[in-house]
């Protein structure tokens, strides 16, 4: 069947939140000592990692890790708790968490903008969804492609996350096509490959550094970009 439509997911597949060394330039540990790289890179990943608990929590957290990306409130709760075990003292953790979840800090891939505007002129339908609990769009805006996107549909706003099979059909139905004329491209089999399960075909992109991946997302949807 013809393929008539792309959904993407944001963090590791559009964009990506790179390390910053300013982040961490007055950030102690919390004996006092600096931040390395090594340090810097796995708070990072802690903080982007698609599905899977990243540090050992306390009961309390559990609820909030599991609907994290369904409410803000909680999203902050856990992931304030997840910088305070990666070693970083309050206040810093907010500090930090506030730069964390500002759109502005997030990195187009090289083929972002490309992709989602050849898409969109030549009539391919394109939808964004992401299981997350701040609003991405400021982040499109500030590309100027958000005419691009058709449809945005985020768990926090939507009340369900990936791979529940009801917001892979429930943007087929916004976009107006069937399953089967839809290409999910994402960057985990767990969250984004649930696709499959209602019949969307799936592409499955490395969430590497931007720098390191300038094609990605072209080679992705492949003959839709005539």
């Known amino acids: 069947m ?8 944001f963090s590791g597949t559009l964009f990506r939140l790179e390390e910053n060394a300013s982040w961490y330039a007055d950030l102690t540990d919390a004996d006092g000592g600096r931040f390395d790289l090594a340090a810097q890179a796995e708070v990072m990943r802690r903080m982007t990692a698609p599905s899977g608990q990243v540090v050992e929590l306390g009961a309390e957290f559990v609820e909030a890790w599991e609907k994290r990306d369904l409410d803000p409130e909680l999203h902050r709760k856990v992931y304030v708790e997840v ?15 506030a730069r964390l979840i500002d759109p502005d800090q997030w990195t187009p891939y090289p083929d972002t903008a490309e992709v989602l505007r050849r898409l969109s ?26 005419e691009h996107v058709d449809e945005f549909l985020l768990s926090y706003l939507e009340e369900v996350i990936k791979p529940d099979p009801k917001i892979f059909l429930r943007a087929c139905e916004r976009l107006g096509v069937a399953p089967e004329e839809a290409l999910m491209v994402g960057d985990s089999v767990e969250a984004d490959g649930g696709a499959a399960a209602v019949g969307c075909q799936v592409a499955i992109v490395d969430p590497v550094p931007t720098s390191e991946r300038p094609t990605g997302l072209i080679d992705a949807v492949g003959d839709l970009l005539r």
């Open 2 to 9: 013809t393929l008539r439509a792309v959904i993407f997911d």
């Open 121 to 146: 002129e030549q009539g391919v339908k394109v939808g964004v969804i992401s299981n997350i609990a701040f609003d991405i769009r400021p982040a499109f805006d500030r590309l100027d492609i958000t």
């Open 83 to 97: 910088l305070r075990s990666s070693g970083v003292p309050d206040p810093q953790a907010d500090g930090l968490y």
